[in-house]
């Protein structure tokens, strides 16, 4: 059975410095990955994703994250980060399942941007 | 939001009572889906459906029932509510050229008490 884990269920930093959001996941199958971003008291709102060719993928607000078969990662990345990310930040992986594609969450890392 | 409408936003409800939260899209899409967030469990499946007409279980379907009569409208009713149905819930629709991606909608704050 596909499963997601999210490393850090916090992750700190100050405005304008790099991070990394870390995901791992389990599947004995092609998968496609997503990383979707919750800003407080709001939906979930689609970050990025891979489903095939290039393993580094581009997404919103200057975000990319890297899909790693090997390693079995989607960890995400950016630059310099700016008090407006901070956010709440979900990992997550496709399962076919019965006739649809189930979606699988991580627990979500929490993302603290401070001037 | 892929134009995905949930209604309530908020309510509070007590112990015993009934609710239905309504999920309505205007772009003709077949899948959908309703999930609850709690914290650190990121989302969890509680019901979807294929079509109009049809539902089926998810991972967490116990305590809820949903109907799905009209294609636009995905119903999830709470009969009899429990403190422990106190949650955010989610409405998603799937696109994409193999129906991969999920769009959410805005969430309804559920309070039990």
């Known amino acids: 059975a596909q499963s997601v884990t999210q490393l850090d269920s916090q992750v700190p930093v100050f405005e304008e410095a790099p991070v990394e959001l870390r995901c791992n996941y389990s599947s004995s199958v092609s998968v496609y990955l997503f990383w979707y971003v919750q800003y407080p008291n709001q939906g979930l709102q689609l970050l990025l994703k891979y489903l095939s060719g290039s393993t580094l993928v581009k997404g919103i607000n200057g975000f990319e994250a890297e899909f790693n078969k090997s390693q079995t990662s989607f960890h995400l990345r950016k630059p310099s980060v700016h008090i407006s990310d901070t956010a709440e930040y979900f990992c997550?992986?496709?399962?076919?399942?019965?006739?649809?594609?189930?979606?699988?969450f991580g627990a979500g890392t929490r993302l603290a941007v401070h001037p | 939001n892929a134009g995905v409408t949930q209604t309530p936003k908020f309510r509070v409800l007590k112990t015993g009572q009934s609710m239905t939260l309504l999920c309505a899209q205007d772009?003709?899409?077949?899948?959908m889906y309703w999930y609850r967030q709690d914290p650190g469990m990121g989302l969890r499946l509680i019901h979807y459906?294929?079509?109009?007409?049809?539902?089926a279980k998810g991972e967490v379907p116990d305590g809820y029932n949903v109907s799905r009569l009209k294609k636009q409208n995905f119903l999830l009713g709470l009969e009899s509510a429990a403190p422990s149905q106190t949650s955010v819930y989610f409405c998603a629709i799937q696109m994409g050229l193999a129906l991969e991606t999920q769009y959410f909608g805005p969430g309804t704050r559920l309070l039990v008490l």
């Open positions: 459906s294929v079509g109009e007409g049809t539902t």
């Open positions: 772009m003709n899409h077949e899948y």
């Open positions: 997550a992986v496709t399962a076919f399942s019965g006739g649809y594609n189930k979606l699988i």
